[in-house]
């Protein structure tokens, strides 16, 4: 059975990168995987003196509007890194915190979809043909935390 997520406050909504599951990479500390994942577009680009007002949003969804501003410049190699930056992110999010790492392993081996209707790269789009990039790193997550998993139990026994 495919499981589908979107919004925080929907079942699932845990997988949202919007949830509120802090993360630190390199030393800081972001409040959502949303916040990291957008200032990440500004990395080294013209118009990086954006990236701390997205660290400091208030709410992921602000994050998100900062930086979706069209008008801004986003690095040059963006398209090329963004599913590593994405990655990377959300599995620090999934080791960082248990309860919802238990909640994606419960999941076993059911295909995940972000249900979101407007965007077709991330998630599955309005008729379900997108990408589903995000649901799809979750999948290698998940997978990846089984084996770290399994590699320490084989390594205490
Ligand atoms: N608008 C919106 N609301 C949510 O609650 C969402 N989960 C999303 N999807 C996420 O938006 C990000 C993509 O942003 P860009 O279009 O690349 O700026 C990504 O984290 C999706 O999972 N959108």
């Known amino acids: 059975m495919t499981i589908y997520f979107y919004k925080v406050w929907q079942p699932y909504g845990c997988f949202s990168n919007f949830s509120l599951h802090p993360i630190e990479i390199e030393g800081v500390y972001w409040p959502t995987v949303e916040h990291y994942y957008q200032a990440q577009k500004f990395v080294g680009s013209d118009d990086a003196v954006i990236i701390p007002l997205i660290h400091a949003a ?6 998100a509007a900062l930086g979706r501003c069209s008008t801004r410049k986003l690095r040059p190699d963006w398209e090329i890194v963004k599913i590593d930056v994405m990655r990377a992110a959300v ?14 392993l419960v999941t076993g081996d059911e295909v995940l979809v972000e249900n979101s209707p407007t965007d077709y790269f991330w998630g599955c789009g309005a008729d379900k043909t997108g990408q589903n990039h995000l649901g799809k790193i979750l999948m290698s997550v998940r997978e990846e935390i089984r084996q770290l998993l399994f590699l320490t139990a084989i390594t205490n026994s």
């Open 58 to 63: 208030p709410t992921p969804d602000e994050a």
């Open 91 to 104: 599995l620090k999010k999934f080791l960082t915190h248990p309860e919802i790492r238990e909640v994606l």
